[in-house]
């Protein structure tokens, strides 16, 4: 994976963690709900998951609950 | 300066050492003493004393006394996407002697299945069978705060038993001793769409 790529996935995860709202369904944000919400993008064609995030990405993504 | 006869200090001196020796029991002492702490009357055994190690054999199992049920609950796959079609990696339950083990799946697509090892048969592709209730195919998915939890039974009970448990209680009365290096995975049975998985288990004892 390209380092412009990385950035790219970096800045997409971030992108849904920032836009996440707390419902009575999901009172927090977990790496399973971050990653669910990438994989309806469509765009996670590399099929990276939690562990690619918790060695990829920095805070707070790297540190969501399992 | 005074002046003393040698005969009275030798009276002084005399009775000084009568009380010393216990045999002049009048004379008041100038000093007294007191015995700091002391052993029980009776008492005319040594006492045990337990300086430092361990009087438990090195070979001997160390008694624990627990109270209620201990719990752990630990996670095989962190949010891992599997292609339509695909499954997760092995994953391996690491049993060791639980009481009772429970594997929680969340899932984001359906249908799913999670096959597993057993007893005689510790690989991933040992089937559906050893899970109570049975997860082939099935069609719920599972969010992280509600997933979906299947009891271990530690044997293919339908080819062991030759009987399939209906209920909890039979899975439970069906269970098998657990053993190590039991593999699991969930297949994504979805046509065309990527799954999220989350796989956790939850080990009980007591």
């Known amino acids: 994976m390209t380092d412009d790529r990385k950035q790219e996935i970096i800045t997409a995860l971030q992108g849904i963690y920032d836009g996440f709202e707390p419902s009575e369904e999901e009172p927090e944000i977990t790496m399973f709900g971050l990653i669910s919400r990438y994989n309806s993008t469509g765009q996670n064609t590399e099929l990276i998951g939690g562990q690619w995030v918790v060695a990829n990405c920095p805070e707070p993504l790297c540190s969501l609950p399992s | ?206």
């Open chain 2, 1 to 206: 300066m005074a002046n003393i006869l040698l005969s009275t200090l030798a009276n002084y001196w005399k009775t000084v050492s009568d009380w010393v020796k216990g045999t002049d029991t009048t004379s008041a002492p100038k000093v007294t003493a007191s015995i700091v702490g002391s052993l029980a009357s009776g008492v005319t055994d040594a006492l045990p004393v337990q300086l430092s190690g361990s009087i438990i054999a090195r070979t001997s199992p160390v008694p624990v006394q627990t109270v209620g049920n201990t719990y752990i609950i630990d996670t095989l796959a962190n949010a891992v996407s599997v292609a339509a079609g695909g499954k997760t990696d092995d994953l391996d339950l690491g049993l060791t002697n639980e009481r009772e083990a429970w594997v929680l799946v969340s899932i984001d697509k359906q249908p799913w299945t999670l096959a597993g090892g057993h007893l005689l048969y510790p690989l991933s592709d040992g089937g559906a069978y050893a899970f109570y209730p049975i997860r082939n195919n099935q069609t719920t998915t599972h969010s992280i705060t509600g997933p979906c939890f299947t009891f271990y039974m530690g044997t293919y009970v339908p080819e062991t038993l030759g009987q399939t448990p209906a209920t909890l209680k039979e899975a439970k009365e069906f269970k098998m001793p657990y053993r190590s290096g039991i593999k699991i995975k969930v297949v994504n049975g979805h046509a065309t769409d990527t799954a999220t998985i989350t796989v956790k288990i939850l080990r009980i004892w007591g």
